[in-house]
């Protein structure tokens, strides 16, 4: 069992910028590829960036270059670190830990607007 809690969302003026964590239970963090996913009003669940248990990352082209994943496995923890954020990057953001079964957090809410 997993459980995620994911933390640092809010509201933030476009251009601004946000730090999102996501604290997992359990010893087994090391082991996990760690992902971030973001849901919009009306649209699908889409992803936006992950981290495999030896630090690879990947990133949705909608977000790379301002973006930035990471993960602390000493403290269980992966970070996004969200800059130059737009309007369109308003959504909930999940973190999502996978192995053999898939885990997800309940969700931060982040709305970029004036």
């Known amino acids: 069992q997993v459980q995620l809690v994911e933390s640092g969302g809010g509201l933030v003026q476009p251009g601004g910028s946000l730090r999102l964590s996501c604290a997992a239970s359990g010893s087994m963090f090391g082991r996990y590829r760690m992902g971030w996913y973001r849901q919009a009003p009306g649209k699908q669940r889409e992803l936006v960036a992950t981290?495999?248990?030896?630090?690879?990352?990947n990133y949705a082209d909608s977000v790379k270059g301002r973006f930035t994943i990471s993960r602390d496995n000493t403290k269980s923890t992966v970070y996004l670190q969200m800059n130059t954020l737009k309007p369109e990057d308003t959504a909930v953001y999940y973190c999502?830990?996978?192995?053999?079964?898939?885990?997800w957090g309940q969700g931060t809410k982040v709305t970029v607007s004036s």
């Open positions: 999502n830990a996978q192995y053999a079964n898939d885990y």
């Open positions: 981290i495999t248990s030896g630090g690879t990352t």
